[in-house]
Each structure stands twice: as C-alpha cells, then as structure tokens.
C-alpha cells in the first residue's frame, strides 16, 4: 500500500483533535500542556508532508521555527507551572479562582 | 533580503542585550534607573524613525517598509516608552529582576516591531510568539503573587491553545497555495477561494490573531489577565498586543486573502456587534479597575473590528486613528492606576475617591482618558468613533447590515457612558473621601502623563494631520505588486 499525502493529513488531523478534546476535558495543567504540544506537532506533520507534496522546502523550514518557538514555550511554560504549585500546592484548574469580579 | 532595512528592529534588541549586560554592573540600588535610560534610548529611535521613508518595492519580501509598517512601529516604540516609565515606578513592588522587566518589556516590543513589518506567514508566527512568550514572563512576573501568577498561567493556556490553531491554519493555507508569502498567497487566491481546507486555514489564522486583540470567541483570557498582571505589563499588552494584532489582520485580509476577506462579510459583522456588547455588558457591574479596563479592550476591540467589517480604505484609516488615540488614553489610565493603587491591594474603584485632591494631574489625567474611552468630544475617542461610524454607514448602500452595525457602535457608546463616568465621579463626586494625603508624582511619570494629554488632545482637536498620514499608510495595503500583477497575467493565459 502506498502511502500518500491523505495519510499524512488524516493522521494530523487526529493528532489535532485529540490534542484539542485534551486541552478542553483535562483538568490537569501539565496534561492539558502536552496536549498543547500534540497540536503543534500535528502541524509539523502537515507542514512536513505537504512540503514534500509540493515540492517547496517553506514548510520544512517553518518546521524548524515551530520546534523552535515551542521548545522556548515549553521552557517558559513549566517554570511558571512549576512557580504556581510551589506556591497553590496544585496543578489543577479548578484551583485558579482567585481572579473574580 | 536585505537587513538595514530592519536596523530600527535591530536597535530595539541590541539595546534589550545591553539592558540585561548592564545589569551585571550595575549596584542594585540603582538597577531601577536603567529603566530611564532605555527609555531615552528608545525616543532615540522614535526620532530616528522619523528620518526613515517608506520602501515601495520590497512586497515579494518576507519583510516589508511600507507606510503602515513605519505607522505601527512609531506606535508601539510610543507606548514602549511610556510603559519603561511606568515600569521604573512599578519597581519596589517586584521582588527582583527588575532589568530583566526591562529587557523583555524591549524583546516583545521587538516582535511587535517585526510584526508591524511581517509580509509572510512564517515572519507573522515568529513575530507573534516572540511577543506572546515574553508575554508569558511579564504577566506572572510578581512571582510571590499569586494572582499574577494564576493571570500568567491563564495567558499561557490560552495563548498556547491559539497559536497551535494559528500554526495548523498556516500549515493548511501552505498546503494549498504552496506558498507562505502573502502577495504570493493573493496571487493564487482567485483559484481557492471556494476551496474549502484553505477557507479553513484562514479561519484558523483569525482565531490566533483574534486571541491577541481579544475578539469575541476567543476573548475570555482578558479580563483575569488584565486584573492580575502587573501594571505596566497589562498597559503593554492592552495597547501594544492589540495593536499587533491589528496590523497583522489588516495585513492578513485585505494583502493575502482580499477576496476570502469580501466572502466573509457576514461573520466580521457578527463577530464585532458580539464583541462589543458583550465587553459593554460585562463591564458594567466591575468595581476593579484593572478588570474593567480589560472588559472595556473587548468592547474596543470590537469597535476596531466595525472598521475590519467595513472593507473600504476609510475603514482602514480609521482602525489606525482609533489605535493612535487609544494608545495614548490607555497609557494615561494606566499611568494613573500604577501610581495611585500603589499604597491599595485590590485595585478598586474606591481607592480613587477624593484623587482631585490628593493630585490634580492624576485626577485630570484619567477623568481625562474615561471621557476619551467613552468617546465624548474633544478628545481622541470621539473622532475615533467618529471615523469608524462614517467608515460603516458608508457601506450601508450596498449591505444594509452595515446600519446595524452603526446602530450597535452607538448602542455599545451609550452603555460605556455609565462605566466610564462611574469611574470620574468617583474621583470628584465620592461620598465620604478618606484624609487628604497628596501623592507625590515623579517628574517622568509627569513628562509621560503631559505627554498623553497632550496626545489625546491634539488628536481630538487636530485630527487632520493624522488622518492623511493613516490615509498614505493604509494606501500601502492595496498597492497590486509586480508580482501579483505578473501572476495574474500568467494565470489568464493559461
């Protein structure tokens, strides 16, 4: 069987999905983190793929920006995580009520 | 490419570098005075901004110099400085770090600098990380504070929720038009324009650009990100973000997509009457602050977004007044909110009762920026909304959801009147106002509040100056490209 660009895509797509069924159904922040980091991994996968389709090496080299951008993300990200349970003893969401009207 | 066309970017970052090496050498007493010296480094490069002219024939770049780029860069180095000054009298209540403050206060205005000049996706989702990454780092940075920290991790969620919509709507759009360029993009748009997966590629660009101005489905990050951040950094992000990401959508719309942009009329339509009565009522039972300032960037966002919907160059023109204005009404009110509620932990509205007598300046300076906000003449808001109004009944010929439109900016105004005047008469007309104690006013806090007042006055009285430079730099916008005429010519012969 060959494997053609709607494998790929289709692939992708559930990555994306899943990671966004992740982000709104977990309550734990780090999990809710990593499934942030599914969806942007289901867009280098598009990205990837539909380069080589095309035949133009743009979507590869905004690969590698992604990677980039999410690796300083993720950085910047679980320190903060990490400053918030130090100090709320949690990771939960249900536990950032402290902002209200 | 060629790079001295970015050196104005270039001296933004340098300087953030030599904020964080001076920092190294610099006794701890003083380390809060850098701020003052980069913000006088920045008017440096305001002034020397002004000696650059607009470069035509760079649109096939990834960076492009046109007139509205130069408009926007002016912009956000304006409100960088006045934010440096703020963030100086903001000092004693951050633990440490303060230099750092600075220099990520520079790196963010860097990407917004790039962002005000980006001609292509790859450059739009660097410049737009750049400055919601250290964005993450300015919310949450009182770190002992646990409502900065919880607004912080608020604005990371949701902000990394809508770049990863913004990337897989850029792969999408590449996948389909091979291309990343944005006149590129227009060039190929005729062909896909009833394609449905690169429809939904630019939907899921605007859902990232909409998390940034703070539009309608994607807006409930503001108001806790507003109230639990440190001043200074919600002033930078209530003007310089949202102007960001308004240049990136003018860009977006009407260089990459005009004809995707003309389809979807109806949704922008939508989307700004929700947005506005949706900040407007919400606002309305706030007593912080902060927090009302961030419901009322919805509403402002939505009035912003009329002028999207409008699809004509006054529109344009008059998305740029508008910013123009806001820029220097938000900066006063949070000017004031930073000095005032520095003795008061909540922020609330009461903290201001008898603020006329304690001082005068601060007392004008924000009765000043409500009544700019609530758009009553003289002042910026008024001809703001002025233009916008014209802008949208000028389409009412041809779509008569426009009047609609125009009904809704005026409904959303009415209501704002009772939020904004609440908040003026609690500085002149409360109750029982606590003992007089002045607050003694820093000179460049002063330099900075003249200087917005002077701002909001002269584009309220003045507006024509400002209107033309926004009608040459909205010009930039539409100029059909070597290219894209190229292009054209290619594909009708086929």
Redesign the interface.
Known sequence: MDVTLEHY?VV?GVL?SL?LLG?IMRRN?LV??MC?EL??N???L??V???R??G?L??Q??VF??IT?AA??VA??LA??V??YR??QTAH?ED?T??K? | MNYSSMMLEVAVVVLGLGLLLADLWTPIEKKRNLGYGAAIALALVLIWSFQWKPVEDSLQSMYVLDGLALFFKRLFLVSAIVVLIMSVEFAARMEAGISEFYALILFALAGMMFSASAND??LL??SV?LIT?TF??LT?FQ??R??S??????Y??FG??S???M??G???V??TA???NFAGIAAMAPQLAGNKIFLLGILLILVGLGFKIAAFPVQMWA??VY??SPTPATAFLAVGSKAAGFVLLLRVLFTAVPEVAAHWTTLLIVISIITVLYGNLCAL????LK?LLGYSSIANAGYLLMGVAALNDSGKSAILYYLGGYVFTLLAAFTVICVVMREVEGEDISALAGLNQRSPLLAAALSMSMVSLAGLPPLAGFFGKFLLLKAVTEQGPVNSAYYWLAAVLVIGAVISLYYYLGVVRAIYWSKNPPKATSICVSWPVQIALYGCIIGMLYLGLFPNRVVESANRAVAALERPGPMTAVAHASGESR
């Open positions: 895509l992708s994306f990671g982000v922040l809710i983190y942030l969806m942007l289901a867009a280098n598009a990205l793929a539909m380069s389709y095309n133009n743009d979507g080299i905004m920006f992604i951008v300083a993300e910047v990200g903060l995580i400053a918030l100090r709320r969401v950032l402290s902002l009207s | 996706f790859s989702f660097v990380e990454v993450y780092v949450s770190r002992n646990l409502a920290l919880e607004a912080g991790v608020k990371l969620i990394a929720l770049s990863a919509f990337v897989y850029i792969a999408l590449f996948g091979g291309k990343m108001p806790d109230q639990g039972p706030q007593r912080n927090r």
